[in-house]
């Protein structure tokens, strides 16, 4: 199944059509058609997917999972970033890992979160 099909099919499932759901992205009814020919602006095919709720990737076909992984659901800064590569990279075992997760949560229990105020005071 193409992106066009996929995206009648998910559009008729939501009690839409294309005209309906060009209008609601913004742009023309046969802009979705002409992707049968050519391969959509990564934008467009965004806010598509966005208004019928599904991943880009399912547009696409690479899955047949139509829900998307919700943007704000895991909210990772850098430095989390760096710590878990080094951990990926690390090749711990399963012990090494017990270890860890339990210096993790002790490093953020409220007894070092008071101390830590205390310390500040």
Do not use: H
């Not at 992984?69 to 399963?94: C, Q, S």
């Amino acid at each position: 199944m193409n992106v066009v099909e996929r995206i009648k099919n998910t559009a008729k499932s939501r009690s839409m059509t294309i005209k309906d759901l060009s209008l609601r992205a913004g742009i023309g009814p046969q802009t979705i058609y002409n992707w049968r020919d050519r391969n959509p602006q990564t934008e467009t095919l965004q806010k598509v997917a966005d208004i019928l709720n599904v991943s880009v990737d399912y547009l696409l076909g690479n899955t047949d999972e139509a829900t998307p992984i919700k943007k704000d659901r895991i909210k990772v800064n850098p430095a989390e970033v760096k710590v878990l590569n080094k951990i990926e990279t690390a090749g711990l075992n399963e012990k090494q890992l017990e270890q860890l997760d339990s210096y993790l949560d002790f490093i953020t229990s409220d007894f070092i979160k008071r101390v830590e105020d205390d310390l500040n005071k």
